[in-house]
Every structure is written in C-alpha cells, then in structure tokens.
C-alpha cells in the first residue's frame, strides 16, 4: 500500500485504513506452511486486536482534545498555555503515525526481500505493548489534566461515552469468538454496558428537562471518572489469554468493582449525586415543555425509563427472595407502570401527543420519582430494612402511576391477573395432587403452615365436586359462570402462593387466599339445588379414554383416495422431458394435500430408482438460510445439525453443491411461501444435465412464475363428493364399510367439506367419536358454519377441538409450542405433557406413560395429529401437525391464556399481557431482543427457548430473567450455550419437573438434588458429563437421558 500523507486525514483513521488493506493482504497468504506460515496467522490473530486497542485510543485523545478544544474557545487560551498536555496528544498522534510507517516497512520486507515475518509480529506486539502501557499508567492522568472540570459539558460526555461503548462491543464480539475461559467475563462486561448506557440517557434525560451545568457538574464529573476506569479495564480486557482463569476472574472483580462503588447508587455519595440531579430535574422545566422546546426528543424519555426499569429488574432478581409479598407486589406494579411510559413513548407517540400538557408533566415527575425511588431502593442492598421514607414515597408513587394509567386508559390497558382456561377441571385435579405431595415432602419444615394448607385442600376438593356438577349449566346462567371463573382464578393464585412458600417467601396472603376459597365454598352451598342436574353434567367432562380399535393401524398411515392421476402425472414430470434441471410445482390452498400428493410421489418407486439423491425440505413460513441448508445436508450426510451449527451459511451452500455435483437428485421444497426461500439456496443446485428436479408445493398461484417464467405449475384439484365421502369412510370404518342407514348423512356431510382433504379427515375424526345417531347434529353443525374455503376448514378444526374431552385440549395446544411443520419427538412431547400436569392416572392404567401414549393415539384418531416417522417395533416415533390446525391452536392457545409466543423481533415488544405468562415459547434469533423488552415473570411455570442461532452475549440475558421465574415447572433451554458449565441459577428452581439442556456440559453439580420433584432431566450433546452421586437418590427421577 502506498504511504500518503497525514495532512488530509487523522493518524488514527489512517492507521485503521492502513491495518484493514493489511489484513486483506495476510488472508491472500493464509495458504503459506511451515513456521512461516505460523507467524503470518499470529499477525492475522493480532491485527485485529490491535485495530480495537486503536480505536479505543482514539476515542480517549479526541475526548481529551474536544475538552482543550472547548476550555479554548471558553477562556480564549494563548497557545503556550496548557503546552505540556497539547504536546502529549501530539507524540500519541506521532506515535500511531510512526508504528503506522514501521508496520508497513517491516511488511515490504517481509513481502519484496523474502524475510520472515517476524519482523511484522514484533511491529505489531510493540504497537499494543504501548498503547496497554497508555491506559496502565498514563491515560487517567492526561485526562485529568484535559478534562472539563467545573465547565462540564453534557452533550461530549454523552459522545464519549457512545464511542466507548462501541469499543466494548468490539471487546464482547472478540470474546465471543475466542470463547473459552473469557466467556465467563462476557455478562459482567454486559452489566457494565447497560451502565454506561444508563449514566448517558441520564444526562440526556436531565438536559432535556432543562438542568443547567451547574446543577449537572458534580454528575459530569462522576460519569467522566467512570468512563476513563471503563476505558482503562476495556484496554487491559483485550489482552486476556482465553485459557486463564485466575486473570478473568481477577478482571471480572475490577469491573464488578467498578458498577458496584462508582455505577450504582450504593455508594452515598452516588446515591446523593443522583438523587440531586433528579430533584433539580423536577425543579427546572416540565416534561411537556421539554418535549415542546426539543422535536422528536421522546426518545430520551423513553431511553432514561428503560435504564431505571433494567436497574428495578437487578434489585428484583439480585435480592428478590428477600423482600415481604406486600413489597414484592409493589415493585412489580412500579415495573409495570414505568414500562407502560416507555411503551407510550416509544410506540404511541401520536396518542401520547394527544395528552394535555398537565397529564404529560403529571408523567415527567413520576418517571422522575421513579429514578429517586429506585436510587433509595440501592441503599444497603436492601438486605436489612425498607426505610419507611422509601416506603412512604413507593406508595404514593403507586397512587398516582394508578391514576394516570386509568386516565389514559384507552391508550393503555394494563395487564390483570389472567390463567388458563383450558381443562380447568384438569388443572384443580393436578393441584390437589400436588398439594398432597408438598404436605408429605415439608411434613418435617416447623414454618410450613401444614394446618392452613390442609384446610384449603379440603375445601378445593369440595369446590373441585361442584364445579363439576354445574359444568354443562354454566355457560347458560351468568351467575354460575361468574362463581366458576372467581373458583378457577383463586385457584390459581394459591397455588402461586403455596409454591411460593415452598421456595422461601413468608405465608403472607394465604389468610386471604383461604378466606376467599371459604367465602366460595359457602356461596357454593347457597346456590338452589335445582338449578344443578349432576348426573347429566358429570357426563360432560367424564369422556372416557378412546383406546385403539380396530382401525387404529389405519390411523398411522396416511389414507390416499382419488388423485391416482395426479400421482402419475407428477411422476412423468420429473422422470421425462427436458436433461436441464427443472422446477415442478404443486400449487393449491390449504388443505387441499399437496404435502401429502408431493409424498405420495417422493416414496414411489419409480422416482427411488431413478434418482440417485432423494431430499425431503420443510420450509414453511419462518425459515432461514442456515437452516433449510442444514436440513437438506442432514438428509443427504445422515449427520446430527449439531455437525453444521457453527459454520456459516456460505459453506454450507458450497458443501450442499458438492453432495449433488454429478448426481441426479430430487429435492422436495414443502410449503413454499415467497421467493426468498429460493434465492438462497438455488446457486446450491447444481445442473449437470441429468434430470435433476425440484419438487416445489406452494399455496400461491403466481410464486412458480417468479421464479422461471416458463413454469407450469400443477394446479391440485378439489376431491369430488364420491371421493371425499371414499376417504372418510376409509378413516372412520376402515375396512369394515359403512352401514347403510348412514350413508345418506354421510354423504351430506361430505358435500360440506367442499372437496378439501383435510376438511374430510378432520371432520371424519369427529364422526369417528361421536355416536351414529348424533351425525344429524354434526351435519347441522357444518352446515350452519361459512363456506369460505379456507376459513371453513379453520371452522370445522374448531368445531373438532370443542368435540374433544376436556383432558385433550390442553394437549393439543401445546402443539403450538412448536413450530409450523415441526417433526416432534413422541417421547419428549409426552413427558411434556406429564410434566405440565395434563396427563392423571386413571383407575384402569397406573402408568402415566401409558395414559399419555393413549392421549396421542385418540388425538391421531381424530385427525387433528399426523404421524410422521413410526417405530420399527411398531407405534409412533414422531408425530406432527398440518399448518392449519397449528394455526388454530397458536390462536386458541393465546385466546385462553393457555400459551404465549415470543416470535423473532425487533426492539420493544408491545405485548403487555406477557406479564402474567403462565407458560411462556420465545422463538428469537437473540435472546438479546428478550432483555430489552423489559418484561417481568414472576408467575411464569414454563419456558421454553427455540433460538435460530446462539450468540455469546445473549448468556446474561437468560439467566437474569431466569432469576426471577423461581416457580418453574418446565424449563427447556433450547440451543443456549452453557460452554461447560451448569448455571447455579438451575439450582435454585425447586418447583422444576421437566429440564431440557443442550449444551456440552463437562459436568452436573450435586446439588442438582436440590431439585427433589424433577421427572424429566435431558442433557443433549453431554459428551462425558459426569454424573454426581447425589442424581441417584432423587425419588421423582423417572427420566435421565445424555445424548452424546
């Protein structure tokens, strides 16, 4: 590279420019060997490394120079004053300008006369050895001589502090990719992060609010002490080997050091600091005229709201157990009333606009008494007391966040406390069971109240008994129905309160739990006896078990009726015509069986004779790259996902076009929604002139011409009403035949379902359970309902699911937990279910496992599940849902409070009823994204993580949340990686039954027997964990599962 000229550009800038064309050089050389070629991946290593320690010095001089810059213009200085610092920058200046040059000589060297590069790799070392040397002994000094001081500026503060946080996520990718033992320091340098991104929007938040420099001086002051240490720790973090532990930890202690005395309001000097710059805050301008003076300024409101809400969640989850309920649920009510402001501000801009000037001002003060109650929240950790100033000044907040939140009620409706409504009988049947096993597993705890817990047993058995007796009444009398819903919630709430105690947490509001169920049980006895017919409702709920019948072997394979043309001509599309790799299309609506077409013809064969690749690809809506390519090279190479988890989507594209290079193959692209899908693989597919295909099924009409505008897409037809009363006889009756007097309804019935397959299959699953003379009634059901294709089919998978017992529903819900077009584990879906309390014993079978296989065999039955992979033994291995019935159920599951989704997103999650989550599926590409949403889950019992991708600086997320779910009884941590170690946060979830952990663990701490009511613990990829001794004397333990 040519060397030009410093004048036209800074040293630091012209360093970096430099060091970017010389790592582009080192990578055209990676293939040299020998020792060579060892120093040249050693400079490669340290480029980078060095690039960083640059831009961190950079940061540092400009800071220092804008500040001289700024007391300059203020003071109007004569050159020679402040001299000796000014010529300081200037050799730092020099020094970047000169290693720069000698870098580039030794590189010429190496490069024109054949030197070694040793030369280059002792230039490199020497220019980091002297920037460490910088910030080690030099920087704090320099900048006290540079600083601001008493002129205090609050706009290059926050600058400096946006430029060292940039420099810490350079330090947190770097850590991320060398991993190791630096892993452990990465959520440390995440919490610092957060504070620094706390200390800038409180300076925002206080110019904004118009507090003059005077005011803001001592804070200025503080945050720039607190920046430089930052710097200086950033510096020194980068020069961590990755195997030493003893120096990690050492680090780690400095920077915890640094948020705990100099960033929290521990410290009474900070906590004072703080608390003044609020107060004046509060005594300068109103927040209405602020937003008024600064356009578009909501933004810092909203920035300053989340930094005291992440700084709320760290009291919560650092000493949560601590607190009396009564504190804990004020805290949980100030958390959600400060996430409302942030949520108005950032994402009802418009509605927050239409405020008047004394509400919003009314909302500037909180926020402000937030920020000063939290501080006050710092004072000793809260470990000892709860000042009666600080209690005093929470409540009146309370007041007061209630009544602005009523008064913009329109714009905001805050979360109540909502339970499931899905087998609700169900639920009160696993509640008293779990009662009885916590009275037996505490009978030896003296503060256990085992006399009050006794008594709310008795009287829920009771209430349990009624509720059953007016269960087909109650959607007819409001009042019955008002009692059941009061039953089910205070149900629900004790049994929080009880698991509650069992974790630690003083008994305070089980009196009011047990008076309210008194108070029901006596309502209860009030109501007239002849409003209650027992032995019709008891039916109601009482449905027994559909056990395998005659038909059963029917029900595991898929039934193929008409279509046999179809069959053929897809067949002769792919076998004949054209040598050039083509795309043949099957497009059609939903549940019209263009899967089940498109299988039909991947397993005949003819089509497994003549190609010599065959691949099956899901790709449904939510996709990615990396994983449709994973999927397909699993189905080629037989291999586990693991195999292609850490490499990148280019390489796997180029090892995918390798496997089909000279090979005639046929790959099957199910459910393709939009063009994306294509695009990113279709360079993988290579065209060798044999014949290849591609067999795409798509519900749109117009997405095969996009993609080659010559297509001809198969358009799949409709059954005729011949074939579809075919097919539904063949699910209902097997090989047995209709009886005669039904085939009249029968065919009616089957007009209705208008041709769609799987409109045929489902409703046949109804008729399969109902009673022959009750077809009239189902046919009046169908007839009634709208005729819109689609919607009918959604329509008649409802009607499907309300002719399920009630003990079935919450099963098939849990279907949307997965995703769409998911091949799930018969296994794991069933422990599932048993760990969530859905399956019971029943006199007949003493097996769980049993009743839950049998559960899965009646749902198969119905239609309403498919299988996908069966047992070579026999039974079914792996099972799944078609796309519209997991539409339903995400949409049913949601309405009822049964399960929530977290999907992949973006910034603020404007979903406010998570807050009261009883189970909880976040589909995310960074867990990131769920730590920024600031929500809270004190009720949560399951949480199950599905993440594309895993990133290291997603850890702390996690397990800060985790820290404050202590009542979970599913827990299934998806792709996280743990790198080795088991988190102690696990430990501390005593209520867990089900524990999923893929990730390499080296191995389990003995105090896994903490955990005493775990069935389910499932170790993926547990390559040589060690087991403790103490796993073998858990009771409950039925399940134990590492898969190398």
Known sequence: MEMSSRSNTSCFDYALHYLNWFLEELKHRSSVCGRRGLLLYKCRFHTPKLQRDIRLLKTIVLYGSNCRRRKHEKYLWEPDQKEGNNTISLEIEDMVYSFTQDLNSAYLRCHCLAKGPSDVLSEITKFRETIKLFFQESCITWLDYNSLGDDGDGQLTMDFIDSLLQNLDDLILEISNRGRKLIYLEPTLETLGEKLKFLKSFIGFATLQGVDCKQLIDLLIHVEDVAVNAAKLICLCGWLKRDDEQDCNKMRAEVSQLIHKKINPVDPYVRETYIHVLTASKLSRSLSQALALEKNKHLVAADFIDCLLDNLMDIIGGSFSSFTISVKDQMQKLHQGARFFSILLRQQQEKFNELNDEMKDLIGVVVIDTGIVICSLYMNEMKDCWPKETDHALLHLLKVLKFIMAEVASIYSPPSFSFPRTNELGFIDFLLTNLKEIAISEANSITFPAGRIHTIHEDLEFLRSFLENIAEQRSQIEKLQTLWNHVMEVAYKAELVIDSIVVGEKPECLDTIARDIKLMKIEALKIDDNMIHGSEAQTVTKNSILIASEHSSVALNEIFVGLDDEVKTIIDRLTRGSKKLDIVSIVGMAGLGKTTLANKVYNHPSISCHFHVRVWCCVSQVHSRHGLLTQILCSIASESPDQYQKENEDDLAEQLYKHLKRNRYVIVLDDVWDIDAWSSMETSFPDDANGSRILMTSRSHTLPLKIKLDSKP?????????????????????????????????????????????????????????????????????????????????????????????????????????????????????????????????????????????????????????????????????????????????????????????????????????????????????AEELNTSRLFFPHLRSLLYFFKKFKVNEYSCIFRILRMCKLLRVLDLGGINLYGNFPRELEFLVHLRFLVITSPLKSIPSAIANLSRLETFIIQRGIRVRLPNSIWTMKKLRHLWVDG
């Open 714 to 926: 198969h358009h799949l037809r409709h059954l005729s009403d011949e074939e579809s009363w075919e097919l539904m006889q063949s699910w209902i009756f097997g090989q047995m035949g209709c009886p005669p007097a039904l085939n009249g309804v029968g065919m009616q019935i089957a007009k209705i379902c208008k041709g769609l397959p799987l409109t045929v299959v489902v409703v046949a699953g109804i008729l399969a359970s109902t009673e022959q003379d009750s077809w009239e009634e189902v046919a009046n059901g169908l007839s009634s309902r709208t005729v819109v294709e689609t919607e009918h089919c959604i329509n008649t998978i409802g009607l499907s699911y309300k002719y399920l017992p009630d003990y079935l529903k919450p099963c098939l819900l849990y279907f949307s937990a997965f995703e769409e077009d998911q091949k799930i584990p018969v296994r794991q879906l069933k422990l599932l279910w048993i760990s969530e309390g859905f399956v019971q014993k029943t006199d007949q079978i003493k097996n769980v496992e049993d009743v839950a296989d049998n559960y899965l065999m009646d749902l198969i039955h119905r239609s309403l599940v498919m299988v996908s992979q069966e047992r070579s033994l026999g039974g079914v291995k792996a099972c799944r849902i078609h796309d519209l019935v997991h539409e339903f159920c995400v949409a049913k599951a949601k309405e009822d409070s049964f399960l929530q989704i977290v999907p992949a997103s973006n910034g603020l999650f404007p979903f406010s009823q998570l807050h009261n989550s009883h189970r909880l599926c976040i589909y995310l590409n960074r």
